[in-house]
């Protein structure tokens, strides 16, 4: 799986630190492509219509990374097909429909691509914006489960940052076709939704979830750096006259500050989300002339990195932090008045676990190969050696595997799966993958 320096998590006592970019169940039998209904939404550019934009449905593709994406829609049914594919184009209001045109393989990674078009009869061929719709469902139908998509600056940052760990520019969006590889690609297109609303392109304030921080105001910032590039006619005068797209693509290189330079407003959030320390008071100012997007920073950032703070309510000490295959987080409550407790939280920051946690636990935390949990537990229920499932069920005996050493510390997981715990005795234990002693 692949990490985005743009797209951090804050961690402080009482809040969860979450990997944002992390996994998703991909699927183990040969997928099946399905017919596609409508899709409906609208380009905007800051806040008016992109006329005559085209609109791809993409992919990620899944053979490699580095590889282009997938164009889904059909040029027989569309008419309409440039060198990227099939697309629908913007019509005067902006809007755009996608109707029996295009089918999609469940449990692959779809994502909306604008590009070009004009605001007010000035045209913009630089003017690219995308939207992360997410895992394909098995009627390949997005209908119900996004009725309308907001294309625009917002959704644009929402998702380059989700998942700018697995893109090159906006039309190379790829991973592995391993099972971990799809897990983590669809985990990163799925936190697209913690920043903003897919049917409204407004940025959140508080994750869907509703124990999670959203940095609204450095998100519509962002937002409004490329506004100030797809309202205009995308010129690139410059340096000695600088243009807005100048600046925008000058200083949002492929590594920052040189590298390839993006020829679109899209690639260009994704290279500032590979590169968020770069840069900064140039693509600042870009954000202050006539911005769109309200409740913007009032001043500048030290960078644009975009991070996320998921409390953890009742949680008064988190101890023993460890991410599993799935990309979910398992931590100990170690400050709890009625003792400490194994607690789970979903790859997008919502509780799994009930309040209460799956079991009193106070020690070390592993997972192994198996996602299955090894903890060292306490005097309730017991001092022993406890393994749960991923859904957090015991296997273990409910008084943990015996022959854990005194003051135990330490816990690992080796590659044969055998579990080792260290002592502050100045001792180590193995113990088998079925919790039998070893060592």
């Known amino acids: 799986m692949r990490s ?12 969860l630190p979450l990997i944002l970019t992390g996994c998703e169940i991909g699927s183990t039998s040969a997928p099946t492509a399905d017919a596609g209904l409508a899709i409906h939404g609208s380009v905007h550019g800051g806040q008016q219509p992109i006329v005559g934009a085209e609109v791809y449905l993409l992919a990620a593709n899944t053979t490699g990374y580095g590889q282009p994406s997938v164009s889904l829609l059909r040029a027989t049914s569309t008419g309409y097909a440039s060198s990227l594919g099939a697309y629908v184009p913007t019509a005067a209001d902006g809007s755009f429909t996608i109707s029996g045109d295009y089918s999609c393989t469940p449990n692959t990674q779809v994502y909306l691509y604008s ?30 489960s996004t009725p309308f998509i907001a294309v625009n600056e917002v959704s644009t940052v929402a998702a380059a940052y989700a998942f700018a760990g697995f893109a090159t520019d906006a039309t190379d969006v790829s991973s592995s076709g391993t099972p971990l590889a799809q897990i983590g690609i669809a985990n990163a297109f799925a936190n697209a939704t913690n920043l903003a609303g897919i049917s409204t392109g407004v940025a959140l304030a508080t ?31 410059g340096p000695t006259n600088p243009t807005a797209c100048y600046t925008l693509f000058n200083d949002a290189q492929s590594a920052g500050s040189s590298g390839t330079m993006p020829s679109d ?8 989300a590979h590169n968020p320390g770069a840069n900064i008071a140039a693509l600042y100012g870009l954000s202050t002339a006539n911005p769109p997007f309200g409740s913007a920073l009032g001043a500048q950032p030290n960078d644009f990195t975009i991070s996320l703070s998921i409390s953890t309510p009742g949680v008064l000490g988190l101890d023993a932090l460890v991410i599993d295959g799935l990309g979910n987080a398992w931590f100990v409550n170690s400050g709890s008045g009625s003792g400490a407790f194994l607690s789970e939280y979903s790859n997008l920051g919502a509780p799994i676990s009930p309040a209460n946690g799956y079991i009193a636990a106070g020690g070390a935390l592993a997972v192994d190969a198996s996602d299955n949990v090894w903890i060292i537990g306490n005097e309730n229920p017991g001092s022993g050696l406890f393994e749960l499932n991923n859904s957090g069920s015991l296997i273990s005996p409910s008084t943990g595997y015996t022959g854990l050493p005194n003051q135990s510390g330490g816990i690992a997981v080796d590659v044969s799966g055998n579990v080792w715990v260290s002592s502050f005795l100045y001792t180590i234990s193995e113990f088998s993958s079925s919790g039998t002693l070893v060592l």
Do not use: D, K, R, Y
């Open 115 to 144: 590009l070009g078009g004009s605001q007010g009869g000035i045209a913009n061929s630089a003017a690219g914006l995308l939207a992360a719709l997410g895992n394909c469902p098995s009627s390949g139908n997005f209908l119900s």
């Open 207 to 237: 994750t869907p979830a509703g124990n999670g921080t959203v940095p609204q105001a450095e998100i519509n910032t962002l937002a409004n750096i490329l506004a100030s590039c797809i309202n205009s006619s995308g010129a690139l005068t």
């Open 265 to 272: 407003t899209a690639t260009a959030a994704i290279n500032i």
């Open 4 to 15: 985005v320096p743009g797209f951090a998590v804050l961690s402080l006592a009482g809040f």
